[in-house]
């Protein structure tokens, strides 16, 4: 199954209160990029222990999927991100996590991160914070 980075920006894995504006620009090329801005919050619950958190994930950000597939995206300010545990080890963070930064991921078009940067700190390690 392939892997999607739009998750960074469009869409949550759990319950959610937002308020997202997102523009699509299509180019000749074929790629799509999103540009999403708004309020997003979301609450992430331990399914074992009941225990929950809410998160503010609001910040801005854009992803462009190419005709080929791979995928570029950037992202300010508060922000959410779900790593395989293999990606999250090589890249040094939480495999759920909820960041305040700037990031950009590229993915080439068989879903594997080619690149992740990183400049700002993780706010909420989802997993630790729910144990």
Known sequence: MRKRIIFLLLAAAAPAVAVLIS????TSDGSMTFLT????KISYTNLQTGK?????????GNTTVFADGSEFAAAK????????????KGFGLPTVSVLAGALTITVDPAGNITSL???????VNVCAALS
């Open 52 to 60: 929950t958190i809410t998160a503010n994930r609001s910040g801005p």
């Open 77 to 88: 300010g508060p922000g959410g991100l779900i790593l395989a545990p293999p990606d999250a």
């Open 117 to 123: 940067s990183f400049h700002g700190h993780v706010l």
């Open 23 to 26: 523009k699509v620009l299509n």
């Open 37 to 40: 801005a708004g309020t997003l």
